[in-house]
């Protein structure tokens, strides 16, 4: 029945049936664009052949937030693939469908910080699949045009705090063994290519080290904590520095303090108002650990007027968390009942469903000690 419906397409409806085949979990319009678009079919004509290949029932679409997504049934998508390796266009393609996967998670990720992050988090929650293959594919052939390896690590790079704020530990470790060879495609061990100069620059590779890292602390609150080596995190950047940071905190550490300062003092230099604000979160999650009530309220109000002010609702939910901490230790359940359901609000709203869970684990604590 394809086959059939194969042989009644244009040149063009072949092409952009075949190179749709790519994309996981379907696709916008301007993707369709940059990853089928080529000489036989210029970019102003792509709209036009997806409608037909739309009317002939043989690509599907779907509204979205983002505008109309296109997508294939899996036994079209399957006949559509065999067609794109016979016309020899399968490694182009998939070099294009990554390509624009990374720039879009890198045009993605500092909007994840501020009033947009809601909107962004589920954009990336659409290409989720979309992603996943697009780290796969470069990971596998890390010497391909476009430097796969290199590819690699700006996506997990990019999508870190995508994963963390939806609580997707585990694949973000994972991706980050994926994307540094720690660990080949299909679970098997790296291999030892020297990539020269196609590879990553140190400065991305540390990053991503670092970030791998605090993942590993995250996902087994038993491990110790990483500390750098041999200069191994030298280059990475600041937020890479402070989500490690993040991470170790509950963990004994003697120069934390030392660190956290030093940090601050790069946010300041940068005028990165969110680094600052995260900071001072940070601040108060290790006055909280140690005790120290008057720090943990000081920097807490600290950090949730700066992350209102920059309308990032993660900061706030951070902030509810760490003021009902210290108004449930004062004994004013109702202020700390009032911010914890602040903090589930903020939650759901983000859909942030680890976060929800801890936030209602808050509030039963609260009927607990009230007898509710």
């Known amino acids: 029945m394809i086959d059939w419906s194969w042989g009644l397409l244009t040149g063009p409806e072949r092409a952009v049936l075949r190179r749709l085949a790519v994309f996981a979990g379907g696709c916008t319009l301007p993707a369709a664009e940059e990853v089928c678009a080529a000489p036989d079919v210029p970019t102003d004509t792509v709209l036009d052949v997806v409608t037909r290949l ?12 983002d505008g109309p997504r296109y997508r294939m049934l899996e036994s079209v998508a399957a006949y559509a693939l ?10 182009l393609t998939r070099q294009r469908h990554r390509i624009h996967h990374t720039e879009l998670a890198e045009r993605s990720e500092p909007r994840l ?18 992603l996943r293959c697009a780290l796969a594919d470069a990971a596998a052939d890390p010497d391909a045009g476009g430097s796969g390896a290199d590819l690699a690590v700006r996506l997990v790079n990019a999508l870190a705090w995508y994963w963390f704020l939806r609580g997707r530990l585990g694949e973000a470790g994972r991706s980050f063994d994926l994307a540094l060879g720690d660990v080949a495609p299909g679970g098997t061990a790296p291999g030892s290519a020297d990539l020269g100069d196609h590879g990553p620059s140190h400065a991305a590779r540390s990053s991503a080290r670092v970030r791998q890292a605090a993942f590993a602390l995250l996902a087994d609150d038993d491990a110790p904590p ?22 170790r905190c509950g963990f004994a550490d003697a120069s ?9 003092a790069e946010f300041q230099a940068d005028d990165d108002r969110w680094g600052m604000a995260a900071m001072q979160s940070t601040r108060a999650t290790e006055a909280m650990y140690r005790g120290n009530l008057t720090d943990l309220r000081r920097y807490a109000v600290d950090s949730a007027a700066r992350f209102a002010e920059l309308g990032d609702r993660w900061g706030r939910l951070r902030a509810t968390e760490q003021l009902g901490v210290l108004a449930e230790i004062a004994g004013d359940y109702g202020e700390a009942a009032r911010l914890h359901r602040d903090g589930v609000r903020i939650a759901e709203e ?8 801890f936030r209602l684990s808050r509030l039963g604590r609260i009927a607990l000690l009230t007898g509710e």
């Open 54 to 65: 739309v009317d002939r029932s043989l690509v599907t679409v779907l509204d979205s937030e």
């Open 82 to 91: 065999e067609r794109l390796e016979e016309a020899g266009e399968s490694q």
């Open 113 to 130: 910080y501020g009033p947009d992050q809601r909107r962004w988090l589920r954009r990336l929650d659409s290409d989720s699949a979309n």
């Open 226 to 247: 990483n500390q750098p080596t041999d200069g191994e995190y030298d280059g990475a950047d600041t937020r890479a520095r402070w989500f490690l940071g993040l991470a």
């Open 256 to 264: 934390a303090e030392d660190r956290t300062a030093g940090l601050l």
């Open 350 to 357: 983000l859909h942030l469903r680890t976060d929800v869970s």
